[in-house]
């Protein structure tokens, strides 16, 4: 069931110093790894023009004053929804995929794809800019859900997510003709459990993954960032983000190859893209797909 708790420390765990460098883990990545597990949030689409949840100031939990809430959270909560929709359908009109396109951290996800790095995408993101991007369904975890499928929140029939979108963009509610219950686009709620996919993958990724890259993510909605804490503890893994986050940076974590780029992703992604040296390619594909130049 999709909740946020807070993290647990790992405290009968061995304190070690982390020797493993981005230049180690970068040359790895070139030459080495086969199955690459990455883990996305909010922050990987912030420089698409969309706004993450948790940031001071710009974040979406921050500017949710005039619906009310008892709290932020309580927009995407399964029983403040079914006592009051109104908030999310409004927020809905905004979250439509449609209005974006994905940049250059989407693009460095698809590359690892094309050299056949890439075992799992799995993303909290309900933009659908990975889809966009060009990751295969095979490999991406829509873990918090989708906009592209709709059902009732009570039976659970599946309703045609065109008509869903309809009516919440003429401001009316589609009600379930089976049990009367609402319907919503299958954006998994607190409250509500994850796909059984997220479960399923993870189980089989975990035994395989050489290297986790963690980008654009707070890492505090279980059990998504638990992901994060079941791979064994030498497994490298990579943060990519402007804050240190989950057990990454704690003195008392137990894994003995992490790298962290603090830093905006799209710089991060960059001085990772040049470390591997696939800068070149990266910046090509990019420039390609969204028609924009990007600086060297
Ligand atoms: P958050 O808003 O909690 O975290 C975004 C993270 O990305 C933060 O650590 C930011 O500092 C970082 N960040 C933002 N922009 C960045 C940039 N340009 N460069 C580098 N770092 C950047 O978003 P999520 O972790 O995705 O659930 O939130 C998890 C879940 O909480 C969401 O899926 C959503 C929300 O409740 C549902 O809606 C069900
Ligand atoms: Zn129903």
């Not at 994060?228 to 240190?244: G, I, M, Q, Y």
Request: glycine content about 6%.
């Amino acid at each position: 069931m999709l909740k946020k708790i807070p993290f647990l420390l790992l405290l009968q765990a061995r304190c070690f110093s982390t020797k493993f460098t981005l230049k180690e883990l970068a040359g790895q990545l070139r030459d080495n790894y086969k199955n690459v597990v990455v883990m996305v949030g909010a922050g990987l689409s912030t420089p698409s023009g969309i706004p993450d949840f948790r940031s001071p100031d710009s974040g979406v939990y921050n500017n949710l004053q005039k619906y009310n809430l008892p709290r932020p959270e309580a927009m995407f909560d399964i029983h403040y929804f079914q006592k009051n929709p109104l908030p999310f359908f409004d927020l809905a009109r905004e979250l439509y995929p449609g209005r974006y396109k994905p940049n250059l951290a989407h693009y460095f996800i698809y590359l690892l794809q094309q050299k056949g790095k890439l075992l799992r995408l799995y993303t909290q993101n309900i933009d659908g800019l990975e889809r966009l991007a060009g990751i295969k369904e095979d490999i991406l975890v829509e873990a918090h859900g989708t906009f592209s499928t709709a059902s009732c929140i009570k039976c659970k029939k599946k309703y045609d997510p065109d008509e869903v979108k309809r009516d919440i963009f003429n401001n009316s509610i589609t009600i379930c003709d089976h049990c009367q219950g609402i319907v919503k686009p299958d954006i998994v709620f607190f409250g509500e459990e994850l796909p059984k996919r997220f479960d399923d993958c993870a189980d089989s990724d975990t035994k395989k993954t050489d290297l986790l890259i963690v980008m654009g993510t707070s890492l505090e909605v279980y059990p998504f960032a638990w992901l994060a804490d079941v791979l064994p503890f030498n497994t490298p893994r990579l943060l990519l983000n402007r804050e240190e986050v989950g057990s990454f940076g704690i003195s008392i974590s137990p894994y003995t190859a992490d790298v962290v780029i603090k830093n905006d992703i799209i710089d991060g992604v960059k001085l990772l893209a040049k470390e591997v040296g696939w800068w070149d390619e990266l910046k090509l594909l990019t420039d390609e797909k969204t028609n924009i130049n990007v600086p060297d």
